[in-house]
């Protein structure tokens, strides 16, 4: 596609509900990564994924996170019994080769709220 | 990992002045530093980065300065339009044990004034 997709744009959970945020990268990007971004903050960096490995997940901030990127290209971050601490702007961004630093293009992003 | 300040965090500025937004960061390792700017409920857009082998990069309005040695670096833009309004981030990629993240300022909210 032209860029970055993500879905749903907006998303409404419950305390406690499972969601799934879904990206679909630029075709042809190697690099995937999420990040988390809260109201007035920068993203802060939540996992990396280099086709279908997931090489980094440092970022995670619990194990109720939880990524894949099965077949390298889609991906779906996953969270289980949100809690509301976990409202914030979910971005995904993807990059043609990460090691010459090249540019990683962003999506909307997914913004959920859990009430 | 790698730790990104930014500042200012607001910014007003008249139309047709010049705006600057400096950045620092801590690890040197560090080697490719972009710029993003973020309009509200949009994701975040390049407009401009720089890698560590150049001091300097300019595109029409928009110029990047960077020091290795101090490890800051540095956006500009010059006459400045009321379009340019929105947050902009500045961001280093750190490298380490096979990973790459892009670690990011906490932004600078940049009003032009009409």
């Known amino acids: 596609g032209a860029g970055v997709s993500q879905s749903p744009r907006y998303k409404v959970a419950k305390r406690g509900q499972d969601v799934a945020l879904r990206c679909d990268p630029i075709?042809?990007?190697?690099?995937l990564f999420w990040y988390q971004q809260a109201l007035g903050q920068g993203p802060e960096f939540l996992t990396y994924f280099q086709n279908e490995a997931q090489l980094d997940k440092s970022g995670l901030p619990s194990d109720r996170f939880f990524a894949e990127r099965p077949e390298g290209s889609v991906s779906t971050l996953k969270i289980q019994r949100t809690q509301q601490e976990d409202s914030a702007v979910y971005l995904c961004?993807?990059?043609?080769?990460?090691?010459?630093?090249?540019?990683?293009?962003f999506g909307q992003g997914t913004r959920l709220t859990v009430v | 990992g790698e730790n990104v300040e930014q500042h200012p965090s607001t910014l007003s500025v008249q139309e047709g002045d010049s705006a600057v937004i400096k950045c620092t960061y801590s690890d040197s390792a560090s080697n490719y530093f972009p710029w993003y700017k973020q309009e509200l409920g949009k994701g975040p857009q390049l407009i401009i980065d720089i890698r560590s082998n150049v001091g300097e990069k300019k595109d029409q309005r928009i110029a990047v300065t960077l020091n290795k040695t101090a490890k800051h670096f540095s956006l500009h833009i010059t006459e400045t339009q009321p379009e340019d309004s929105a947050v902009y981030f500045c961001?280093?990629?750190?490298?380490?044990?096979?990973?790459?993240?892009?670690?990011f300022g906490k932004g600078t909210k940049l009003s032009v004034i009409p």
């Open positions: 961001a280093a990629l750190y490298s380490g044990a096979g990973s790459y993240q892009l670690t």
């Open positions: 075709s042809g990007h190697v690099s």
């Open positions: 961004a993807s990059s043609l080769a990460v090691l010459r630093g090249t540019e990683a293009f």
